[in-house]
């Protein structure tokens, strides 16, 4: 079956503009995780969607959201770009949560100028 | 706090050799632990979990509580295993928050 899809898989934005990164599930999977990974910081939890309701929440600003859809697909915004948002933003799926396995995509590139 | 460290960057072994990559974990309640592995230009996917008991690819990883440890350990290495190696800590609250740690490069040389 086809993994998890995230488009655009690059993205160049400048600072102080908004981005919209997309992820499709692995279908029949229901939970979709974000994570922000950076040389830095190393791999960070964001949120994490169920059915259409955000189920868990890391520590970031109130900038990043995110939302998920009927179909499980999700997407994550970032409001008023800052250069520290520079970074590779990973989604993974699974049928209910971290207990079953989680499925990664391969991630969205976002580079901010 | 919660809280997964893994004190080597960069482990290099050869062919052959026991490999030992260390994870130390910080978590109040009873933790769930998890390895990742990313080989080159691949995806990161789950190796292996603490509840399974299981052996994937030779490696295996114990969970010590006394100790909050949960190394990952190989008694052969191959150069196919070499690739960056995560261990992952299932937050608190409810499912989907994995707490990574900084991850560790292991690199088998012929």
């Known amino acids: 079956k086809a993994g998890v899809t995230q488009t655009p898989r690059y993205l160049i934005k400048t600072r102080g503009q908004q981005v919209t990164l997309s992820c499709s599930p692995i279908?029949?999977?229901?939970?979709v995780s974000w994570y922000q990974q950076t040389p830095g910081q190393g791999l960070q939890f964001l949120f994490e969607y169920f059915s259409e309701t955000q189920r868990n929440k890391g520590n970031f600003p109130g900038r990043f959201s995110g939302r998920q859809f009927s179909n499980s697909r999700s997407e994550m915004n970032v409001s008023t770009l800052e250069l520290g948002d520079s970074a590779l933003y990973l989604c993974?799926?699974?049928?209910?949560?971290?207990?079953?396995?989680?499925?990664f995509g391969p991630g969205t590139r976002l580079t901010v100028l | 706090a919660q809280r997964v460290t893994q004190p080597e960057k960069l482990l290099s072994v050869f062919k052959g050799a026991p490999v030992e990559l260390k994870c130390n974990y910080s978590y109040s309640g009873s933790p769930e632990l998890f390895w990742y592995v990313q080989y080159s230009r691949q995806r990161l996917q789950l190796l292996l979990r603490h509840i399974s008991r299981e052996s994937i690819k030779g490696f295996t990883a114990d969970l010590n509580k006394g100790e909050t440890s949960f190394h990952l350990k190989k008694p052969f290495a191959q150069e196919e295993d070499s690739a960056m190696y995560y261990c992952a800590l299932r937050g608190g609250g409810s499912q989907g928050n994995l707490i990574f740690g900084k991850g560790t490069k292991l690199s088998v040389k012929p």
């Open positions: 993974a799926s699974s049928r209910t949560g971290v207990t079953n396995e989680q499925f």
């Open positions: 279908s029949g999977h229901r939970s």
